[in-house]
T-cell receptor, first 110, second 112 residues
């Protein structure tokens, strides 16, 4: 069975500092990896997915199959980035639902 | 485009009572999911439908939880009887091709 691990429950950084939210996964096949974000009092929403190789709101994430990691990075944090971030894995073929990590609460201090 | 709709948003019940949650997915989305999110944890998949058929319900506690999607559109999730540990947010989600999954705002359940 697949598993997603987010080692940090809470990450606090100052505005303008770089941010890295860690995500490691275990899965025997070729998964798709996602980052979802949940701002205060809002629904869970997709931030980015590895196959798109895009930057959203300044965030990027690279899939490292050797290290089975999909860390989320942003060079300069902004206060509006404060939120819960969840890393999620979709098994190859997409037949099953997402498996989520426990989430990291990112707090950007002014 | 309208998002995934869920109701009720909040529900407080006593243990051993029953509760039902309703979900209306995004129009045209064949796949519908119910997730349970306990405070401090990530969402956990309870059941996945493809149209009106069940694809995966391996993590659904079938002694007390049931879900249906009779006409392949709306879905209901029922808990009977509820236990204290069922207190959680119940998230409905839907997708068209299975890759990008869209979530509703969730139904918050407190069992006292």
């Amino acid at each position: 069975a697949q598993r997603v691990t987010q080692p940090e429950k809470l990450l606090s950084v100052f505005k303008g500092a770089p941010v890295e939210l860690k995500c490691n996964y275990s899965y025997s096949g070729s998964p798709e990896l996602f980052w979802y974000v949940q701002y205060s009092r809002q629904r869970l929403q997709l931030l980015l997915r590895h196959i798109s190789r895009e930057s959203i709101k300044g965030f990027t994430a690279d899939l490292n199959k050797g290290e089975t990691s999909f860390h989320l990075k942003k060079p300069f944090a902004q206060e509006e980035d404060s939120a819960m971030y969840y890393c999620a894995l979709l098994p190859g073929g997409g037949a099953d639902g997402l498996t989520f990590g426990k989430g990291t609460h990112l707090i950007i201090q002014p | 485009e309208a998002g995934v709709a869920q109701s009720p948003r909040y529900k407080i019940i006593e243990k051993r009572q029953s509760v039902a949650f309703w979900c209306n997915p995004i129009s045209g989305h064949a796949t519908l999911y119910w997730y349970q999110q306990i405070l401090g944890q990530g969402p956990k998949l309870l059941i996945q439908f493809q149209n009106n058929g069940v694809v995966d319900d391996s993590q659904l506690p079938k002694d007390r939880f049931s879900a249906e999607r009779l006409k392949g559109v709306d879905s209901t999730l029922k808990i009977q009887p509820a236990k204290l540990e069922d207190s959680a947010v119940y998230l409905c989600a839907s997708s068209f091709g299975g890759n990008t999954i869209y979530f509703g705002e969730g139904s918050w359940l407190t069992v006292v």
